[in-house]
T-cell receptor, first 117, second 114 residues
Framework: AQKVTQAQTEISVVEKEDVTLDCVYETRDTTYYLFWYKQPPSGELVFLIRRNSFDEQNEISGRYSWNFQKSTSSFNFTITASQVVDSAVYFCALSEASSSNTGKLIFGQGTTLQVKP | DAMVIQNPRYQVTQFGKPVTLSCSQTLNHNVMYWYQQKSSQAPKLLFHYYDKDFNNEADTPDNFQSRRPNTSFCFLDIRSPGLGDAAMYLC?????????????FGPGTRLTVL
C-alpha cells in the first residue's frame, strides 16, 4: 500500500538555524514521484519540488535542499539559515505511475515549522 | 501570470443550504482537482476531471458534486452542507500529459457552516 509518513508534527527553531523535515514513503511501484509543498498561513499550497524515482541526485535551490535516498525510502527537506517567512506547514507527497493520468497525490500529515525571530 | 483562481476566498453558509465554490485556471491544463482539507489535516482528494471525464473518489460523499462546463472552470457543489463539511477547499490543476504531472493549487476557499 502507498503511504507517506512525516513523523515530525511540529518543529520550532530560531531564525538562522538549519532545519530538516523528514519524509518516509511506502510504495510498490518502481516508478513514482515525490513532491514537497509549502502551505503558509494564507492557505495556498505552493509547489516546491518534484522528483522521480529514477533520479536520486540531491537538489539545491537557494536555501532549500532535498536528499532523496531510495535505500531508506526517504525524501528529506533541509532549510538552511531559516527565516521567519519559512514558517508554514510543509507537506511531502507521493504519486505513483500506476495512477495513470490522474496523478493522485498521497500526502503525509504535514510538518508545522515555526521559525522564531 | 498564469494561475489558479478560487472564489470566494471565504464562504459562510447555513446548515443544509446549498453552496457552490468556483475555480478557474489560465494554465490551460487538462486536469482539475478538488480537495477538502480540514484543520490540521492533509488535503483529501474528492474528485477530479480529466478534460470532461469525471472521476470520483470512492469515499467522497454523495453530498458533493462537481461540474466542469469548459476547460477553464470547475465548480464544487455541496448540496446540503453539514457542520462536518466546514473546511478549506482547494482546487488544483495539472497538464495531464503524463503520469504524475505537478499539481498547481489555488489559494483555497474556507467554508464555514453555521
Amino acid at each position: 500500500a502507498q503511504k507517506v509518513t512525516q513523523a515530525q508534527t511540529e518543529i520550532s527553531v530560531v531564525e538562522k538555524e538549519d532545519v530538516t523535515l523528514d519524509c518516509v514513503y511506502e510504495t510498490r511501484d518502481t516508478t513514482y514521484y515525490l513532491f514537497w509543498y509549502k502551505q503558509p498561513p494564507s492557505g495556498e499550497l505552493v509547489f516546491l519540488i518534484r522528483r522521480n524515482s529514477f533520479d536520486e541526485q540531491n537538489e539545491i535551490s537557494g536555501r532549500y535542499s532535498w536528499n532523496f535516498q531510495k535505500s531508506t525510502s526517504s525524501f528529506n527537506f533541509t532549510i538552511t539559515a531559516s527565516q521567519v517567512v519559512d514558517s508554514a506547514v510543509y507537506f511531502c507527497a507521493l504519486s505513483e505511475a500506476s495512477s495513470s493520468n490522474t496523478g493522485k497525490l498521497i500526502f503525509g500529515q504535514g510538518t508545522t515549522l515555526q521559525v522564531k525571530p | 501570470d498564469a494561475m489558479v483562481i478560487q472564489n470566494p476566498r471565504y464562504q459562510v453558509t447555513q446548515f443544509g443550504k446549498p453552496v457552490t465554490l468556483s475555480c478557474s485556471q489560465t494554465l490551460n491544463h487538462n486536469v482539475m482537482y478538488w480537495y477538502q482539507q480540514k484543520s490540521s489535516q492533509a488535503p483529501k482528494l474528492l474528485f477530479h476531471y480529466y478534460d470532461k471525464d469525471f472521476n470520483n473518489e470512492a469515499d467522497t460523499p454523495d453530498n458533493f458534486q462537481s461540474r466542469r462546463p469548459n476547460t477553464s472552470f470547475c465548480f464544487l457543489d455541496i448540496r446540503s452542507p453539514g457542520l462536518g463539511d466546514a473546511a478549506m477547499y482547494l482546487c488544483a490543476t495539472s497538464r495531464g500529459q503524463g503520469t504524475a504531472d505537478t499539481q498547481y493549487f489555488g489559494p483555497g476557499t474556507r467554508l464555514t457552516v453555521l
